[in-house]
């Protein structure tokens, strides 16, 4: 698929999703990475929503078939490198 249409669709898909789950309406989502390996797209995605999820949507090209996973960050922390 063409990047610029997998954009789209990927954040057609978390908006939707973010939409039917929260209630809320007007949100900002963004793409933080993209990439487009053989025939698949992949990307991850956020919102200004704060709730500390975010999305990975994937395009299997041979399939046809669109996948969106929602994460939650559980976690996060500081560790000093020697």
Known sequence: MEEQKFRELAVEQVKKYCQNVTGITVFETYVVWIVKDL????????????????????????????????????????????
């Open 39 to 82: 025939q698949n797209n992949k990307a991850l995605l956020s919102t200004n929503i704060p709730d500390g999820r975010y999305y990975e949507v994937t395009h299997d090209g041979d399939k046809h078939e669109l996948y969106v996973d929602v994460y939650k960050k559980e976690h996060n922390e500081s560790v000093d490198i020697p």
